[in-house]
């Protein structure tokens, strides 16, 4: 087992695309990605370090099956997650919005996981700067930063490496020292 463990909720199949991405860059340092769907909350807690990934689907909503999803994902996985104890587990987030076309509600899906981590006592670690991007509004802005790593693919998949790697670099130490 990899020392952190990386679980997503998907759609279309790009947030799964980015926590692969994630995972091959971290190397023996994390174990494959889960989608949430095929996942338990004693799959999460074995893990002291935890990336957790979603894109924002519809109307700023987790991914699901009421928001018109495919399958099962954050949005019916979260509620077993109250209650758990994720004390001394560090957590970061990632998460996929399109700030053209959903400005008004860009990556808001984020906030729900972090709301709920953060309640559930874990450390969330990875804030990012909303410099580089263009919206209107976003729930997953806390003290002028995104409560994690923001990816536009749609609109700006020519920097999604490059902030991946900065990200990585960023929050690697702390997830490894869990």
Same mark, same amino acid.
Do not use: C
């Given at each position: 087992?990899?020392?952190?463990?990386?679980? /997503?909720? @998907? !759609?279309?199949?790009?947030?799964?695309?980015?926590?692969?991405?994630?995972?091959? +860059?971290?190397?023996?340092?994390?174990?494959?990605? $889960?989608?949430?769907?095929?996942?338990?909350?004693? !799959?999460?807690?074995?893990?002291?370090?935890?990336?957790?990934?979603?894109?924002?689907?519809?109307?700023?909503?987790?991914?699901?099956?009421? @928001?018109?999803?495919?399958? *099962?994902?954050? %949005?019916? /996985?979260?509620?077993?997650?109250?209650?758990? =104890?994720? @004390?001394?587990?560090? $957590?970061?987030?990632?998460?996929?919005? =399109?700030?053209?076309?959903?400005?008004? *509600?860009?990556?808001?899906?984020?906030? /729900?996981?972090? =709301?709920?981590?953060?309640?559930?006592?874990?450390?969330?670690?990875?804030?990012?700067?909303?410099?580089?991007? @263009? /919206?209107?509004?976003?729930?997953?802005?806390?003290?002028? %930063?995104?409560?994690?790593? $923001?990816?536009?693919?749609?609109?700006?998949?020519?920097?999604?490496?490059?902030?991946? !790697?900065?990200?990585? *670099?960023?929050? +690697?130490? *702390?997830?490894?020292?869990?």
């Amino acid at each position: 087992m990899g020392k952190i463990g990386i679980f /997503f909720g @998907s !759609d279309t199949g790009n947030t799964r695309r980015v926590a692969k991405t994630i995972a091959k +860059k971290l190397g023996d340092d994390a174990d494959a990605p $889960v989608n949430v769907n095929k996942a338990t909350v004693d !799959d999460l807690l074995k893990y002291d370090a935890l990336i957790l990934g979603t894109p924002t689907l519809g109307d700023g909503e987790l991914p699901g099956l009421s @928001s018109g999803g495919s399958a *099962e994902s954050w %949005e019916e /996985f979260l509620p077993q997650l109250k209650g758990a =104890d994720l @004390s001394g587990k560090v $957590v970061a987030l990632f998460g996929l919005g =399109d700030q053209e076309g959903y400005g008004h *509600e860009f990556v808001d899906a984020l906030i /729900f996981i972090y =709301d709920q981590v953060i309640e559930n006592g874990a450390k969330v670690v990875g804030a990012w700067p909303t410099d580089g991007y @263009s /919206f209107e509004a976003s729930k997953a802005v806390v003290e002028d %930063e995104f409560v994690g790593l $923001v990816i536009d693919h749609d609109n700006q998949s020519d920097l999604t490496d490059e902030r991946l !790697d900065e990200w990585l *670099e960023m929050v +690697k130490p *702390e997830l490894l020292a869990a």
